[in-house]
């Protein structure tokens, strides 16, 4: 469950950094795992779509975000984590963000860049 967890926080950490701005400080890594653990099943292709679950956890730390460096925070979390859970396939996890309806303004994978990000 937390290698389902961290994989999605990958994803969802791309989302959120580049998501909405706010005055909030990013979250902890702990957070980040918390609000997109529910996106891990569809990120292994197991659901047809991400749970509602998936998509407030992600809008939640969206709004967290009041700049680069959180967004980069969140990144970080997100691949971290997502090395410890097997079975995540970068083909679900790009769908995260249109699915739930975020515009993060990058391509999620888990190979992204984390410091790239701006």
């Known amino acids: 469950m937390k290698s389902l967890c961290f994989s999605m926080i990958l994803i969802l950490s791309l989302l959120f950094a580049v998501a909405h701005l ?3 400080a990013a979250p902890d890594c702990g957070t980040v795992a918390a609000k997109a653990a529910a996106c ?4 292994r292709g197991k659901d047809t779509k991400p749970a509602a679950a998936c998509c407030t956890g992600l ?3 969206a709004q967290t975000v009041k700049n680069v460096n959180d967004k980069k925070a969140i990144c970080r979390c997100l691949k971290t984590g997502v090395k410890s859970f097997p079975g995540v396939q970068d083909k679900y996890l790009s769908k995260i963000p249109a699915a739930c309806r975020i515009n993060v303004g ?3 994978s888990m190979n992204t860049n984390c410091e790239a990000i701006h």
């Open 40 to 43: 891990v099943s569809f990120a």
């Open 22 to 24: 706010s005055n909030a």
């Open 59 to 61: 809008q939640q730390l």
């Open 106 to 108: 990058f391509p999620v």
